[in-house]
């Protein structure tokens, strides 16, 4: 579009040049800008006004409800264990009686004596006191010389004996004892236990104690039942050590006072009576998470139950509604374009042309160019587009004709560093085009996709680059290799891999350079991996590797036939070799694709001389003994 004015005077084009540049000012507003801006205005706005009102009613409410469920929670919780600790206090109080009972019947009176322990009522009257609950573990009783008999399904540990001992002193001092929350046992038999005792009084008179190990396990079943609603329960003591939980993240007597909920109980000490709910921050290392969460005390224990849960989870159902809100908005919104699209089609549809043919441009199609008659802005834009477009498409075959050389560079270099390879070792030269050209022919029969075949072309090129960290005596010597040689020898897998590894570019590479003599029955080397563990790039590498090994002369073995070769493959297929990529060389044999030369004569006379043992041994028709 000419935009030269048609006439000038004589002078203009200097002062003009001095003018400040001044934008065209539209002589209107296009129709479709304001179709979509009434639209959307009528539809969004409200949405999104009802939805902010709608939050803000709700988040106190949801927020108080959550803190009353987790109140609920946690005061539930505190009056089972208060209750369970209540009963067992009455249980030993019970077995307290029963034993004056026994004592006062016998001859001695109230005595608890070495000879009133043999008796077999009183031992079998605390087997019945363990076994009447499945929450005991352990119990005891102690006369005053703190001799006395013990039944239960466990042995005291040091821990627990120490234990005995503060509980015995308490019950000299006529108090009860509840000692510490401990572990006992390791991995999956490890529980946690608790000591709670009772002293034996009769008249005044310390007569003995009784002592239970209470298992803890009933408490951690409760926690993960209340776990199980999305909260993340678990019990303190007074210092804000952890007593049991309902996973195994937390152990028993770790503190846990980095949660300030714990802090403000701990803070609050005996004078903490009721249930509180705090808002907290957590933090792990620098990622933090909001919580909520409840602490209730169990007076009788000075311990608190504590329940907490993430806000984002604890105000879901804002956060839900928020999305639906939203959503409606969204909804809307494309209402709102349906309607401007159907009543300004006219106007859309030179910029439907354009992105069509943008979307072209996207899938690489470069060819497409926009014909449109208007002489508006759009035409403007579609012959811009058009000018774009060419430069596009001579840039982006520009850039294929560079890919293409780089690739090519790539390659050659990739064939020059295994023809130096090959080089070095005079016995295996062109081995590595060879086991190239082999793995192709297997890795194509299997039908693996072009992705794997490019890297499984580098890969195999590349396998034996390790042979150059190894020395010439060993890797030019005409004979077999000692045990010694040989294991330096297999060292050229991971020198190979450690020498490409810096590559970035080859990092996909490395597992058919490095595994490529790793068996299925993991005899192989360097790692002794078996079946999947050996990645399917190593697996057909070897098998191709394998075949040229067995078909080339070598100074330590003599070169089979092809047709004797595949039958040592097949004997070891599922056992060292990957039988799918042996079934796909056996097709692409049977097809002829596989033409094997028959090696020099020089080279046969010398592996003659030598005395080169075959590649068989019984029970195992494929032995490593090849270098390659």
């Given amino acids: 579009m000419d935009a030269t004015p048609a006439s000038s005077s004589p002078g203009s084009g200097r002062q003009d040049c001095l003018l400040p540049l001044k934008l065209p000012i539209p002589a209107r507003i296009p129709l479709l800008y304001v179709i979509l801006g009434v639209l959307l205005a009528l539809s969004v706005l409200p949405m999104y006004f009802y939805s902010a009102q709608i939050e803000s009613m709700n988040r106190e409410r949801l927020k108080t409800n959550e803190m009353l469920l987790q109140n609920t929670v946690t005061r539930s919780l505190a009056d089972d264990i208060s209750q369970h600790q209540e009963t067992l206090r009455m249980m030993l109080a019970n077995l307290s009686s029963s034993i004056q009972v026994m004592m006062l019947a016998g001859p001695s009176g109230s005595d608890l004596s070495a000879q009133k322990f043999l008796t077999p009522e009183l031992r079998a009257m605390l087997e019945n006191f363990v076994s009447s609950s499945k929450d005991i573990a352990y119990a005891t009783v102690l006369n005053a010389d703190a001799r006395g008999v013990s039944a239960g399904r466990m042995e005291p540990d040091a821990f627990l004996q120490r234990e005995l001992e503060r509980a015995y002193q308490a019950a000299r001092e006529g108090r009860v004892y509840s000692g510490q929350p401990l572990m006992v046992g390791s991995g999956k038999s490890g529980r946690t236990v608790m000591l709670v005792s009772s002293p034996i009084m009769y008249d005044g008179r310390f007569l003995g104690m009784i002592a239970s190990v209470v298992d803890m396990d009933y408490l951690i079943r409760r926690l993960q039942q209340v776990s199980l609603s999305g909260l993340m329960p678990y019990v303190v003591d007074s210092q804000g050590r952890l007593v049991a939980a309902a996973t195994a993240q937390y152990a028993t007597g770790q503190d846990m006072s980095h949660f300030e909920i714990v802090r403000s109980f701990v803070g609050e000490g005996a004078k903490a009576q009721l249930a509180a709910t705090r808002e907290f921050t957590v933090r792990d290392g620098k990622q933090t998470t909001e919580m909520l969460g409840t602490y209730s005390p169990v007076t009788s224990l000075e311990w608190a139950v504590v329940v907490q849960k993430p806000r984002e989870d604890a105000y879901r159902g804002i956060y839900e509604m928020q999305r639906t809100g939203r959503l409606l908005a969204w909804l809307a919104v494309f209402v709102s374009v349906g309607l401007s699209i159907l009543s300004a089609r006219r106007i859309t549809s030179p910029l439907q042309v354009l992105a069509q043919s943008s979307r072209a441009i996207a899938r690489g199609d470069f060819s497409q160019r926009v014909h449109l008659k208007t002489r508006t802005e759009i035409g403007e834009l579609a012959t811009t587009f058009n000018t774009m477009s060419e430069e596009l498409e001579q840039f982006v075959e520009d850039l294929k004709r560079a890919a293409e050389e780089n690739k090519a560079l790539f390659m050659g270099s990739i064939q020059m560093l295994a023809g130096a390879v090959d080089e ?194 019984a029970g195992d028709p494929l032995v490593e003994t090849t270098r390659t």
Avoid: C, W
């Fill in 424 to 617: 070095k070792d005079p016995y295996t030269r062109g081995h590595s085009d060879r086991v190239t050209k082999y793995s192709l022919m297997i890795a194509s029969e299997m039908g693996l996709d072009p992705g794997f075949l490019e890297i499984l072309r580098v890969s195999a090129q590349l396998h034996d680059v390790g042979k150059i960290g190894i020395e010439d005596r060993i890797l030019k010597k005409p004979g077999a290799l000692t045990p010694e040689e040989f294991e330096i020898m297999k060292t050229h897998t991971t020198k190979g891999a450690n020498i490409l590894r810096p590559v970035p570019q080859l990092r996909e590479m490395l597992p058919g350079i490095e595994l490529h003599h790793e068996a299925l029955d993991g005899r192989g080397y360097p790692y002794g991996l078996k079946g999947d563990e050996i990645p399917l790039l190593a697996r057909v590498i070897a098998v191709a590797d394998t075949f040229d090994a067995l078909t080339t002369n070598r100074p330590y073995q003599k070169a089979h036939d092809s047709e004797e070769a595949l039958r040592i493959i097949q004997s070891v297929s599922g056992k060292r070799l990957d039988p799918k990529a042996v079934a796909a060389l056996l097709a692409v044999f049977e097809r002829g694709e596989i033409r094997i030369q028959k090696p020099p004569t020089q080279t046969m006379a010398l592996e003659a001389a030598v005395g080169v043992p075959l590649l068989i041994e």
